[in-house]
């Protein structure tokens, strides 16, 4: 019933820039929360940043300050800026929502994944 779309990754250089967009659509009745996780081969899952309709944000320790996380409350999309990007931050990126649907459930969505590769 819902369905997560995210996009915007690809191939750049060190200290390079890359945008991702995440749409959420379907039976929406609201968003709690919109965020990016990552995984990097041979490793865990964990949180890149995210952003809860209290306007609260949080960032991983590791991409403060170069990283934004905003969100388009009116399409329900969230996009994550990343600049200065490293070698370490090459990963499949993972949009994530906090979603209640028009059957009054509430559950995580989350997105196919895109991949980001960080190389010279």
């Known amino acids: 019933q819902v369905q997560l779309v995210d996009s915007g990754g690809g191939l750049v250089q060190p200290g390079g820039s890359l945008r991702l967009s995440c749409a959420a659509s379907?039976?929406?009745?609201?968003?709690?929360?919109m965020g990016w996780y990552r995984q990097a081969p041979g490793k865990q899952r964990e949180l890149v940043a995210r952003?809860?309709?209290?306007?609260?944000?949080n960032y991983a320790d590791s991409v403060k300050g170069r990283f934004t996380i905003s969100r388009d409350n009116a399409k329900n999309t969230v996009y994550l800026q990343m600049n200065s990007l490293k070698a370490e931050d090459t990963a499949v990126y993972y949009c994530?929502?906090?979603?209640?649907?028009?059957?009054?459930?509430?559950?995580?969505?989350w997105g196919q994944g895109t991949q980001v590769t960080v190389s010279s």
């Open positions: 952003s809860t309709s209290g306007n609260r944000i």
């Open positions: 994530n929502a906090d979603i209640e649907t028009t059957l009054r459930r509430r559950e995580d969505y």
């Open positions: 379907g039976s929406i009745v609201s968003i709690y929360a």
